[in-house]
């Protein structure tokens, strides 16, 4: 099921579901009493279950396995090689920078609905946060892999998997009442029936799916839950990758006898509230350790920007170049011819220095051909060959750049909190030049072999 809820804008919450706020009563009146001392989520469900689905993602990528990959694995992928970086405390560092940046962005919605706990800790997330990146954290209660964190990332996929549901049922019943009201003006009478019954089995539905969805969980439950794993993820961040990123604070086995910080918590904790975070760091007020360097949100945030001059990045073509590989494969690997339409198109994604270069090498080739008129079906055969070693360690980086994205369009994300691609997969980081070189070669190529195979009457791109 496709992830919706991500894409609700201030007037769609009105048309999809503040319309049927109203009926929220007959789901939320048994728990009235409870909500005045300790409120419920509500129409803040659907941005909540986001931030779980990027916390759990983000927990899953952080795996030994996945960790192993990311070194042996994606690191070490020829595209990655050849266009990116053979350096690997390098690509390390960029995918630090992005984790940590990722949980930043998690981080500070939790804070916000921290602020709407009962829970006086809970409301100071936001200075906890902060304390935790200045090393000021005991790990020793933070274990990655301990039975409770497993059954509470297994609980965070629940409730944004119900919560996924509820939208998707409040947006059925809207379009249905859409679609009476349509036939109500068509005079269809005999099936106004059938929509008021379908109209009321699915509000029944909705009021199923508010009671166990994060729509009526309480604040401080569901904040308490994410601060844990927030708390957990960066402990996790630190132990991996502090060998090699330096500005991490030192969070390593040796020294998880961290002097425990003890300070007073309230013992009067809303029901369903167990972690305390004042037993991991200190929430009184703001620290700043000048012994480390602080891994800060504005920091993280220029990572996209801070790719090097001579990168697809920095020119600002990384998604339009991915599209021109993409789209050669697609014919490279189709025997059906390329329309004028489609080649015209794949040009003009080209800026200008690369039609003056393609345009040069093309006339090359077509003088060369003048001269030798013999054996150009070899020719084509060797251009197939070429090429399909270039698109082997080419294709993937520029899915990579297209899934990168689609992953970070919030519309798209998907309830399957798999771990997500890394900005150092991307033609983001590449060597502008050589991947240049690389698209040439392959539309010579995919030229070359139109021409040469006659599945036009025109052969090539340009």
């Not at 706020?21 to 939320?28: E, I, M, N």
């Not at 330096?246 to 009067?268: D, E, G, Q, W």
């Not at 590989?325 to 489609?342: H, P, R, V």
Request: glycine letters at 4%; proline letters at 2%; hydrophobic letters at 40%.
């Amino acid at each position: 099921m496709a992830w919706r809820p991500a894409g609700i804008n201030k007037s769609s919450n009105k048309s999809h579901v503040s319309r049927h706020t109203k009926s929220s009563s007959l789901s939320s009146s048994s728990s009235s009493s409870s909500s005045s001392c300790s409120p419920t989520l509500q129409i803040l469900a659907f941005e909540t279950a986001k931030c779980m689905v990027r916390l759990v993602a983000l927990y899953k990528s952080l795996s030994d396995d996945e960790f192993h990959r990311l070194r042996n694995g994606i690191m070490k992928s020829p595209g990655v090689v050849t266009l990116n970086s053979d350096d690997e405390t390098y690509l390390l560092s960029l995918a630090c920078e992005e984790m940590l940046e990722n949980l930043d962005q998690a981080a500070a919605i939790v804070s916000r609905l921290g602020k709407k706990c009962i829970d006086v800790e809970l409301n100071k997330f936001d200075i906890a946060y902060h304390n935790m990146k200045q090393g000021i954290i005991d790990a020793r209660t933070l274990d990655f892999n301990t039975e409770h964190v497993v059954k509470t990332i297994d609980q965070m996929e629940k409730y944004a998997c119900s919560t996924s549901v509820l939208y998707a049922s409040l947006v059925g019943v809207d379009e249905m009442e859409i679609s009476k009201r349509k036939k109500w003006r068509r005079n269809s009478g005999s099936k106004i029936d059938y929509f008021n019954e379908e109209i009321s089995s699915r509000r029944k539905q909705v009021i199923h799916f508010r009671k166990i969805s994060l729509w009526n969980q309480t604040f401080d439950k569901v904040v308490a839950l994410m601060a844990q794993i927030v708390a957990v993820i960066f402990v996790r961040i630190c132990t991996v990758f502090e060998p090699f990123v330096s500005s991490l604070p030192c969070i390593t086995a040796k020294n998880r006898n961290f002097n425990r910080l003890h300070y007073n918590s309230n013992p009067k904790s809303p029901k369903g509230v167990t972690f305390r975070l004042s037993s991991i760091t200190k929430i009184d007020k703001f620290i700043t350790k000048i012994r480390y360097m602080d891994v800060n949100t504005e920091k993280n945030q220029m990572l996209v920007q801070s790719a090097p001059e001579n990168t697809v990045g920095a020119a600002g073509l990384a998604l339009r170049y991915a599209n021109v590989i993409i789209m050669a494969e697609a014919y490279f690997y189709s025997s059906k011819m390329i329309t004028n339409d489609a080649r015209e198109y794949m040009f003009e994604m080209l800026p200008m220095n690369l039609k003056q270069m393609l345009r040069g090498k093309l006339k090359s080739h077509w003088h060369k051909d003048a001269e030798a008129r013999e054996g150009q079906q070899g020719v084509a055969e060797g251009w197939k060959a070429a090429l399909e070693e270039i698109f082997e360690w080419l294709a993937p980086v520029a899915h990579d750049t297209l899934q990168w994205q689609q992953e970070r369009n919030l519309e798209q994300r998907n309830l399957d909190a798999k771990p997500t691609v890394l900005l150092l997969q991307t033609l983001h980081f590449s060597d502008l030049e050589r991947t240049e070189a690389a698209i040439v070669e392959i539309l010579v190529g995919l030229s070359c072999i139109y021409r040469y195979e006659n599945r036009g009457k025109r052969g090539g791109i340009c």
